[in-house]
Each structure stands twice: as C-alpha cells, then as structure tokens.
C-alpha cells in the first residue's frame, strides 16, 4: 500500500468538517488487470450543493523543489483514476486535493488553469493550518 500524503489526514478532516463521510481510506481502483490506489473516497447527502455526490480524492502535497514536475505525476494519475472510475463507477467524482498555498502560487498560472480546463480537472483546495475547505472548482 502507498505511503500517505503529507497533507492526507489535513485533507481528511477538512472533509469531515466540512459535512462528507469518509467511505475509504484508501481507495481501491481496479479495472481489468489493473489494480490502483486513490487516497480517500467520501459521500455526502445533507447538502443541498453536493446532495447525494460521491468523491474520490487524490491528496497531493507539492513540497518537493518543482511543482510542474509533481503536477506532472499528479495528472497522470488523476487521468488515470478518472479513466477507470468513469466505466467502473461512473457515480463518482475524482478530484485533485491540494493545499492553499500551492493552489495560490502555482494552479492560478494561466498555463496550469489551460492544462486543467483541457483535461477537466476538478480541485479541491484546503486550509492545511485549519483543516477546511477553502473552495471546489467544476
């Protein structure tokens, strides 16, 4: 099993907080011969703007030296979840968890907001220090 993200338990109780239900920690993907692992999987119904929605997250920190070189890795395997999830369980919304400040510096750039507007990425920024939500993009 992969080792947890820096921010997975930061992430997670923001999630709890913000009213979800953690189904998984971690996620199973499998399809065909494929077996894979996202980080969190939750479902919330009280909401009146998430009512009934399900999630799969998968956590990433950016902390290393290169952000595009994470953000590389982070696609490919948001592509990839978001591939098998949509013939295995396509009730599920798969979303990239990053932190604020990360979200600030480097997902606003004009290049990274073409790359995730292409390949519809959906994100989930989070508080790290406060553990909340800050804000979902569709």
Same mark, same amino acid.
């Given at each position: @099993?992969?080792?947890?993200?820096t921010?997975? $338990?930061a /992430? &997670?109780?923001?999630?709890?907080? $913000? ?12 399809? !065909?011969e494929? =077996?894979? /692992?996202?980080d969190?999987?939750?479902? &919330?119904?009280?909401?009146? +703007?998430?009512?009934?929605? =399900?999630?799969?997250? !998968?956590?990433?920190?950016?902390l %290393?030296?290169?952000? @595009?070189? !994470?953000?590389? +890795? ?5 592509? *990839?979840y &978001?591939?098998?999830? %949509? ?6 919304k ?7 400040? *990360?979200?600030e ?12 507007q ?11 220090? =406060?553990? !909340?939500?800050? =804000?979902?993009? %569709?």
């Amino acid at each position: @099993m992969p080792a947890k993200d820096t921010y997975h $338990d930061a /992430v &997670k109780n923001a999630l709890i907080k $913000d009213g979800w239900t953690i189904t998984f920690d971690p996620y199973p993907i499998k399809y !065909e011969e494929v =077996k894979l /692992v996202a980080d969190l999987a939750g479902e &919330k119904t009280i909401a009146a +703007t998430r009512e009934g929605q =399900k999630i799969v997250l !998968e956590i990433k920190s950016f902390l %290393s030296r290169s952000p @595009m070189r !994470e953000f590389e +890795t982070a696609l490919g395997q948001y592509l *990839i979840y &978001k591939t098998f999830l %949509s013939i295995t369980h396509p009730d599920h919304k798969i979303y990239l968890a990053v932190g604020k400040k *990360i979200y600030e510096k480097f997902f606003t750039q004009v290049a990274i907001k073409l790359i995730l507007q292409k390949y519809q990425v959906l994100l989930l920024f989070v508080d790290i220090t =406060k553990e !909340e939500v800050i =804000k979902w993009t %569709s």
